[in-house]
Nanobody, 125 residues
Framework: QVQLVESGGGSVQAGGSLRLSCAAFGDTIIVSMCLMGWFRQAPGKEREGVALIRTDGSTSYADSVKGRLTISKDNAKKTLYLQMDTLEPGDTAIYYC?????????????????WGQGTQVTVSS
């Protein structure tokens, strides 16, 4: 079992930056085997994938965030990050980190099993 705890959300004006963190708790070997992702859910909308990072460090992004959001991880600290730059009001949502042991997951919530509680990001114009 892997527990995930996000932090770093907040309010920022359009064009600003935030960095989200997600600490993973659990068996070190299992955590190291997980592929990790960031998802977000805006009011009245379905949860959508933002980015994922594989165990080899390769990444995938939703088209809407390419070039502005960057996913990374620190294996020694068992922590996942999402650097968010040039933020737009459309990025306002609750952001969740998630983990999966599926080897080739899609950037879809159904492919991820373990979830954090979420952290609010609000971008004002």
């Amino acid at each position: 079992q892997v527990q995930l705890v996000e932090s770093g959300g907040g309010s920022v004006q359009a064009g600003g930056s935030l960095r989200l963190s997600c600490a993973a708790f659990g068996d070190t070997i299992i955590v190291s085997m997980c592929l990790m992702g960031w998802f977000r859910q805006a009011p009245g909308k379905e949860r959508e994938g933002v980015a994922l990072i594989r165990t080899d460090g390769s990444t995938s992004y939703a088209d809407s965030v390419k070039g502005r959001l960057t996913i990374s991880k620190d294996n020694a600290k068992k922590t996942l990050y999402l650097q968010m730059d040039t933020l737009e009001p459309g990025d306002t949502a609750i952001y969740y980190c998630a983990a999966t042991l599926i080897r080739t997951p899609r950037l879809l919530p159904t492919d991820f099993r373990n979830w954090g509680q979420g952290t609010q990001v609000t971008v004002s114009s």
